[in-house]
């Protein structure tokens, strides 16, 4: 029960941070993205502080085998890049170009009550429960 709590806590610190960054809001991301007119490069400050932040600790524990909390770390083994990452990766990102939001900070703008936020967290879902019904 400790470690539910502490994610969560983790969480919604995490979303407080999405919405104080404007990381929520779509029109400030795609400014972000749109290098071509009207740049706005001030998300790059809160992704290099998140890289700043959590980088050393990466590296520092990296060959751990558990958490603070004992839980047993799961890294990924596979290091090979295939067509699913490649495809994967494409829909993510024409997705996160066109919308502006990723579902990260689409689930934390839920709590600003921006339509789009609803639109797209419906749309994802609706995309994910495609995704395990046809692909097998």
Avoid: R
Avoid at 10 to 32: A, D, Q, R, W, Y
Avoid at 38 to 58: E, H, K, Q, R, Y
Wanted: include cysteine; aromatic fraction near 10%; charge should be positive.
């Amino acid at each position: 029960m400790n470690d539910k709590f502490i994610s969560l806590i983790c969480g919604v610190i995490f979303g407080i941070g999405l919405v104080i960054s404007g990381m929520t809001n779509p029109e400030k991301v795609i400014g972000f993205l749109s290098i071509t007119y009207n740049w706005d490069a001030s998300l790059i400050f809160v992704m290099g502080g998140a890289v700043i932040t959590a980088g050393p600790f990466f590296y520092l524990l990296k060959n751990k085998e558990a958490s603070a909390l004992g839980n047993q770390i799961k890294l990924p083994k596979k290091q090979k890049i295939d067509n699913k990452t490649i495809i994967g990766a494409s829909l993510f990102g024409v997705g996160w170009g066109l919308v502006g939001l990723c579902p990260g900070p689409a689930i934390s703008a839920l709590a600003t009550l921006d339509p789009v936020a609803f639109v797209f967290l419906i749309s994802m879902a609706a995309g994910v429960l495609a995704k395990k019904n046809i692909v097998k």
